[in-house]
Structure formats: C-alpha cells, structure tokens
C-alpha cells in the first residue's frame, strides 16, 4: 500500500500527518523535506530564536519519539523533483516513491533583490529558514551596520531584534509607508513610533538602486542618491508560493497551487495546503501566508483525505512581536473602508466594510484581540462608537 506522500516537511505538513494519524489512518506516511531539519516552526526565526533566546531544540514542532510513535517516516535534507501523476509517484534524488495521496505542502520562496543590483553579494541575507539565520547570526553583533530592505513583518521584526543586539539600523520601505500591504495607516504609526522610539531609523517612499561592495556588501544606494554604509543587509520584501513542482505536473496555479473547497486540486489524488496553496475565497482565489492557515488548512485537507467532505473555512488570526510589544491581529482587512481606533488597555485597530467588523489589530492589548476575534468568527459586528469608546467594557460586546 504506498499511503501518503507529503512533499515539504514545515508547519503544514506536520499537522496534516498528525491529523491523519489522529483521525485513525492506518497506512504508511512519509514526509520529505529538503531542509535537514524536522518540521520547526518559523516564526521564532525572526524574533526569539533570531536573538538568540530560543534553543534549536525548542524550534521543533514535534520531538523525535513523536514521528517514531506515529509511524510518520521523515525523509529530510531530500527534494522532490518531480511528480509522475499517470504512475502516481514522486521522483528524488535517483529514486522514485509510489502515493496513493500526495499532499503538497511546499511553502513559500523569499523574493531577493536581483544579483544585477548586488542582491547576491555576501552579507545580503532573507529570513526563511533556519539556514538563513544561521548564516547570518555571527554578523549580528553591536555596532554594525544593518540595512533592513522592507517594511513587513519580517523586516520590522529582525529591525527590533538587531536593535536589541545593539547594531545600528536603517529600515527601508519603497512603498509610501510601512505595512503598507498588510496593515492601517493607523497601526503603521504605532509600529513606526516604537521603532523610533527604539532608535531605528526609518526611510519610506525610498526604493533601493543599488547594493554595493566588493564581494561582501559595504552600503545600499538609495533612489534618491543617497548612499547608507552597511555591514549586512535584511531583505524582507515578501514571499512567492512554491509552485514549480505542480505547474510541472501539469496542476493549475492561480496566485498558489490552485485547490477547491475541500484543498484538493484538479487531480483526485493530489490535495495542496499551507503557504503554497490558493483555495476559493468569495470570487477568486485566496492564499494566505500563516501559522494558523497552515495548521487549519492542512488538518481539513487530511479528514478529507479521509473522505469528510469539509469545505475549507479559514479563520485567519496572526501575530508579530516587536521589542517587547505583541501584535495580535485577527480577522482579514481587504475592503475596509472604516477604521476606529480604541486606546483603553492597549491600543486596537477595529476594520470595518460598512457596518461589519472585518478585522482587528491589536498591540499589547490580549482582550481586544480575544473579543474582536470571537466576534469576527461569529460573523457579528459590533456599534464603531462603543467600541471606540475607552469606557465599554469589550466583553459586554459578545
Ligand atoms: C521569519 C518568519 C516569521 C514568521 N512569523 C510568523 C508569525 O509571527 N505568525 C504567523 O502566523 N506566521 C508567521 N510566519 C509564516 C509561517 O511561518 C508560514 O505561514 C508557515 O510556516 C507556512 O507553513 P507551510 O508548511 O505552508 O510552509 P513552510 O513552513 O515554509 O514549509 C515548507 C517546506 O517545504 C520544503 N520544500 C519546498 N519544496 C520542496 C521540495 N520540492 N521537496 C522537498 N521539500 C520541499 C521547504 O524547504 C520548507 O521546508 C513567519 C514566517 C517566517 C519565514
């Protein structure tokens, strides 16, 4: 019985094996993963584990006797180079592996700055995978220079971490403003104020012309001619799905591997979740970048596999620390055309489409973040004007 085969061994892949096992699935699963490590989590890489506060050890999303228990076999450090769909296998390195149900659980692939313009000189660095941090983190020492390239997430994260080690940085954002893809102007504020108030300097509206150096980099040429020194540079300008294997197994890609409701995509036999994957969203298609997505996403894949039928129903939620602020952010925000700030604990960002509750950002404030995202799930807007309101207890709102 050849069983299941799950190309890329992160965060998706771990809990569509586990959820199989969970569920009472009996025959063989094997994971592959070209990394040489066992499934981990990656959001550490650019907070804890990035200021060298968190053991390798506690990067692992399952220890080692869990794999063994379930029978999940691990093949790692091993690419999937191909898919035969008509003889249902996968190729790797000079062998071949027979499934009977393929999940493809890839990822994403970090956007660089093209070697042309000094992306590829030495000290130019992305954070994706343990690897790139780990390659970075002897550079990462007080008094040099960083450049971050970006205004994410990501960017903003490794800026606080770099700042807290003592280097000395310049984050540059080509957009208008930072977060600008993902986030308010309103919560931008607040992010840019703390990374002020850390001593980071911050550069919007600015693209980058050039990287330059010999053959490490030694300083980032703005568009605007001015020229910043650097000892290393952050890249940090998004991510593309990991495509290639499907687009060449003939699967269609639509912003992501293109699955249905159910994460399966237009072979019966081979189903796509996490980072990689695009599933129906209201007129088109959605793909979304995070832990949560991954999880949920690849446990519903794994009881349909098992024939449940379940259309998947993302409940986005997300969060970034920061110094020591924590952003909690729940819901998804694309269409608002409202925001109503709330400073009461902490600070919150509520986004509004109309009268209905789409989405909440909030910094260092765990209730509005727990109210707003039981009301969010619950499809139930609350009044703007209570909730702006410092004296309504949020609670009351459920
Ligand atoms: C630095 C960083 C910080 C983040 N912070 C947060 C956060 O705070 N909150 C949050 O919710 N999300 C965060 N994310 C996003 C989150 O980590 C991802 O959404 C999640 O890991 C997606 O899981 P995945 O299984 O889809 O992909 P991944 O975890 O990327 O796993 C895919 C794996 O597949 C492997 N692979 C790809 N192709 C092949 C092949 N052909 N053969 C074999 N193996 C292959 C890849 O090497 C990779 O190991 C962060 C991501 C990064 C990089």
Redesign the pocket.
């Known amino acids: 019985m050849a069983g299941v085969v799950i190309?890329?061994?992160?965060?998706?892949?771990?809990?569509a094996a586990a959820k199989l096992r969970a569920l009472g699935y009996a025959e063989p699963i094997t994971i592959?993963?070209?990394?040489p490590?066992a499934?981990?989590?990656?959001?550490?890489?650019?907070?804890a584990y990035?200021l060298g506060q968190m053991p390798i050890d506690r990067l692992l999303l399952r220890s080692p006797e869990f794999w063994a228990e379930q029978q999940v076999e691990l093949r790692l450090g091993?690419?999937?180079?191909a898919i035969d769909r008509a003889a249902k296998e996968v190729r790797?390195a000079g062998t071949r592996l027979p499934y009977s149900q393929l999940i493809?659980?890839?990822?994403?692939?970090?956007h660089r700055l093209p070697a042309a313009i000094g992306g590829a000189l030495a000290g130019v660095h992305v954070?994706?995978?343990l690897a790139?941090?780990d390659g970075m983190a002897p550079a990462l020492r007080a008094g040099a220079r960083l450049v971050v390239v970006g205004g994410g997430?990501?960017g903003l994260?490794?800026a606080a971490v770099a700042r807290k080690l003592g280097l000395e940085v310049v984050l540059v954002e080509a957009a208008p403003r930072i977060l600008g893809r993902v986030a308010s102007a309103e919560t931008a504020d607040a992010i840019r104020s703390m990374h002020l108030a850390h001593g980071v300097e911050i550069i919007e509206g600015i693209g980058i012309s050039r990287l330059w150096g010999d053959t490490s980099v030694r300083g980032v040429e703005l568009s605007d001619g001015r020229n910043l020194p650097a000892d290393l540079v952050i890249v940090?300008i998004g991510?593309a799905p990991?495509t290639?294997?499907a687009q060449a197994a003939g699967l269609a890609i639509d912003n992501g591997i293109a699955v249905d409701a159910e994460g399966r995509t237009a072979d019966p036999a081979i189903w796509a979740?996490?980072?990689?994957?695009s599933f129906p969203m209201g007129s088109g298609g959605l793909r979304?970048?995070?832990?949560?997505?991954?999880i949920d996403?690849?446990e519903c894949v794994a009881g349909n596999i098992l024939g449940a039928a379940t259309a998947y129903v993302p409940r986005p939620?997300?969060?970034?620390?920061q110094y020591d602020a924590k952003l909690q952010i729940a819901g998804l925000n694309t269409g608002y055309d409202q925001v109503i700030t709330r400073q009461a604990e902490g600070y919150s960002v509520w986004y509004y489409r109309g009268k209905t509750l789409l989405a909440v950002d909030a910094l260092n404030d765990a209730r509005a973040y727990m109210v707003g995202k039981r009301l969010i799930e619950a499809g139930r807007s609350p009044d703007a004007a209570r909730v702006a309101d410092p004296l309504t207890d949020l609670k009351a709102l459920l």
């Open positions: 190309v890329g061994a992160g965060q998706a892949a771990a809990s592959i993963g070209e990394e490590l499934p981990y989590q990656r959001p550490p890489l650019s907070k990035l091993t690419a999937v180079t790797l493809l659980a890839t990822g994403a692939v970090p954070v994706r995978n790139d941090v997430y990501i994260e490794a940090g991510v990991a290639a294997l979740a996490g980072d990689c994957a979304l970048e995070s832990v949560g997505n991954a996403m690849a939620w997300f969060w970034s620390d």
